[in-house]
């Protein structure tokens, strides 16, 4: 056995542990703004302090976003402000983990 085998080995993990985690926070952020989505379009109670909770994590995650797309359908709207910060979250979240695996 070679002594840059362990190293390799660790390098790997330690490639994963960090693909892993930033899948987590991807899909996380990612399914809260499909969960602001889903409460939007199902009428939930805008005062209940999880619909708050939702609807605020949301904003923030989509800052960026808002008010790209008007149109007069309010849930359209809301479907492609948040749904397209979901998205590219999702593919370039999982775009950076794959990378980092291979490292």
């Not at 056995?1 to 790997?12: D, G, L, V």
């Not at 948040?82 to 590219?88: E, I, K, M, R």
């Amino acid at each position: 056995m070679s002594n840059t085998e362990p190293i390799h080995i660790h390098r790997q993990d330690g490639g994963r542990r960090a693909s892993l985690t930033v899948c987590t926070i991807v899909d996380t952020a990612a399914g809260l703004l499909v969960l602001w989505i889903l409460l939007y379009l199902l009428d939930a109670n805008r005062v209940n302090i999880f619909v708050k909770f939702v609807h605020g994590t949301a904003d923030w995650l989509a800052w960026w976003s808002q008010d790209i797309f008007t149109m007069d359908t309010e849930g359209l709207r809301v479907i492609l402000n948040y749904g397209l910060p979901a998205v590219l979250y999702v593919l370039i979240g999982h775009g950076i983990a794959a990378r980092l695996n291979r490292a």
